[in-house]
């Protein structure tokens, strides 16, 4: 298409909304008019579902739930009085928690104020807490944030040396709705010994974020945790950063939460609009179709032109994978779903993979994530007249610019700053699109039977570690005598791989033999 065409394109495209200073820019996107007129259909579909959706309709039918992120940040959408009360109010608690930790109001034994926060939580209590810290938290916060997003013991170990000395004025908040997560339980643990330890009382040092009459919630009752804070039943945790899961850690982190709540609200006003060419959210869904044919046939690569949005595509991989990537539909058809996310930042990837995303195989389209403003104040010139942010500009520009011509297609996203208030329309933004894009491939985008499928999986390992250990005497045998034993020789591999795990971290077990050859080795209680 030539200059002309493009700028052309590009003008009939633009999407902006002038109280965010938002633009979307879906002119390299290569859908004809046919396209959108054959997709008109499914979006009026779309927006109907989606204020159902936002009037309490049971959107997650596996756990018989709403799905009420949106009313986070609008209460008065809420169904009833009581859950706009507790949404308001629980803001409100966080607010007033904050300034007391800040001031020190609430401290812990022996120490004037809290210094660091200690956040435990995995995948969406993990991922957005993460993200907006990485963009939004103050150069020096009035907490410096740590995470333990993992059950890994050596991860964990690093994040405790990190807080070497500082232990005792550290503030620990696990998040975890049930309270069961595994992976969440064993670093809470882990961190209790770690106090323990320390000769400290955790209880003084923590807070929690869960389901109201959860275990975890009972527990901190119980042993008399600082407070404890709610999280809903209708709030998924890919959903959940604009909740207390996202909210506390900010405001303990001194970032302006009100802020990002409204631009989030003025974002859904704006992906409330039910005219395709006039949502953003509607047509970010549409080009998400386009590109992959309504298969997932492209993956989604976000290049986000900031640091500080460094950590945008990792949430954006939990949002948008585990929303959209589903084995059946609505109608219990077999149809795969899904688009795969990945991302890091520019101008790094300009010596990384974009190479591959110019040249290689051309299965994705890209996401550009544009920032206006280079920095707070002047930018001193690298050359003579070019500053450092016009470098990265231009990478942005130009990559666009090489990867069309090269029959790449790409979407550019661009805010004026990156603020609280920019952010949560970020996070608005690309919720929206997800469950419009949910509903035109026709699966729900509300559920994650993947999820706890490899929960379940997970327990069965374990109850078979169990059942090992305690078969296993001084007298040496064969793996498949083992499995013989257990009644179980279709397992002798995930067997081999228990034996073998806990022969590498000396625990009960010794494996005699040649390892490349594993159906020879031994094996006997240590």
């Excluded at 389901?211 to 039943?233: H, V, Y």
């Excluded at 299965?363 to 403003?373: H, R, S």
């Amino acid at each position: 298409m030539d200059p002309t065409a493009l700028w052309q394109r590009y003008q009939e495209w633009l999407y902006y909304h002038p109280g965010l200073g938002f633009y979307l820019d879906i002119s390299r996107m290569r859908f004809s008019p046919e396209f959108v007129e054959q997709i008109q259909p499914r979006f009026e579909r779309a927006f109907a579902d989606m204020k159902l959706l936002e009037r309490g309709a049971i959107s997650n039918p596996d756990e018989h739930r709403m799905v009420g992120h949106y009313w986070l940040r609008a209460p008065e959408l809420a169904p009833n009085r009581q859950l706009q009360q507790e949404i308001s109010s629980t803001v409100d608690k966080i607010e007033a928690f904050a300034q007391k930790i800040h001031s020190g109001a609430i401290k812990p034994p022996g120490a004037s104020k809290f210094t660091d926060l200690l956040s435990i939580g995995i995948g969406g209590s993990a991922l957005g807490p993460q993200f907006v810290a990485e963009a939004l938290a103050p150069d020096v916060p009035p907490l410096q944030i740590h995470f333990i997003d993992n059950t890994d013991p050596d991860g964990i170990d690093r994040v405790l040396a990190q807080l070497q000395g500082r232990l005792s004025s550290t503030l620990v908040s696990t998040t975890s709705k049930s309270g069961g997560t595994p992976d969440t339980r064993n670093g809470m643990v882990e961190v209790q010994k770690a106090y323990q330890a320390a000769g400290l009382k955790f209880a003084d040092h923590a807070v929690a974020v869960t389901g109201p009459g959860s275990g975890l919630d009972q527990l901190a009752d119980s042993e008399g945790w600082i407070e404890r804070f709610p999280m809903e039943d209708w709030v998924g945790g890919r959903t959940s950063e604009l909740s207390a899961v996202g909210l506390l850690p900010a405001a303990l982190q001194g970032i302006d939460i009100r802020a990002m709540l409204a631009g989030a609200k003025e974002m859904d006003e704006a992906t409330r609009v039910t005219n395709l060419r006039t949502n953003p959210s509607a047509l970010l869904a549409m080009c998400w179709y386009f590109a992959g044919n309504g298969k997932g046939e492209k993956d989604m690569v976000v290049l986000p032109y900031k640091d500080r949005l460094l950590l945008f595509s990792r949430y954006l991989q939990q949002l948008v994978m585990e929303s959209l990537g589903k084995e059946k539909d609505l109608d219990g058809n077999v149809v795969h779903q899904g688009i795969a996310v990945y991302g890091n930042k520019g101008s790094t990837d300009q010596h990384a993979y974009v190479q591959q995303l110019r040249e290689g195989v051309h299965n994705f389209f890209a996401t550009f994530i544009e920032v206006l403003k280079d920095r707070n104040g002047t930018s001193s010139e690298v050359e003579a007249g070019a500053t450092a942010g016009d470098y990265l500009s231009g990478f942005l520009l130009g990559t666009r610019a090489a990867l069309y011509d090269n029959g790449r297609d790409s979407v550019t996203v661009t805010i004026p700053e990156v603020t609280p208030k920019n952010v949560g329309a970020l996070i608005a933004l690309y919720e929206r699109a997800v469950s419009f894009y949910g509903s035109l491939v026709n699966i729900n985008a509300y559920h994650q039977p993947g999820v706890e499928a490899g929960k379940k999986a997970a327990a069965t390992v374990l109850d078979l570690q169990r059942q090992v250990v305690n078969a296993l005497s001084r007298q040496p045998l064969s793996l498949s005598d083992l499995a013989q034993k257990l009644g179980k020789p279709e397992q002798v591999e995930t067997i081999y791989k228990i034996l073998r795990h806990l022969a590498a971290n000396e625990r009960s077990v010794v494996l005699q033999g040649d390892p490349s050859q594993p159906n020879t080795l031994t094996v006997l209680a240590r």
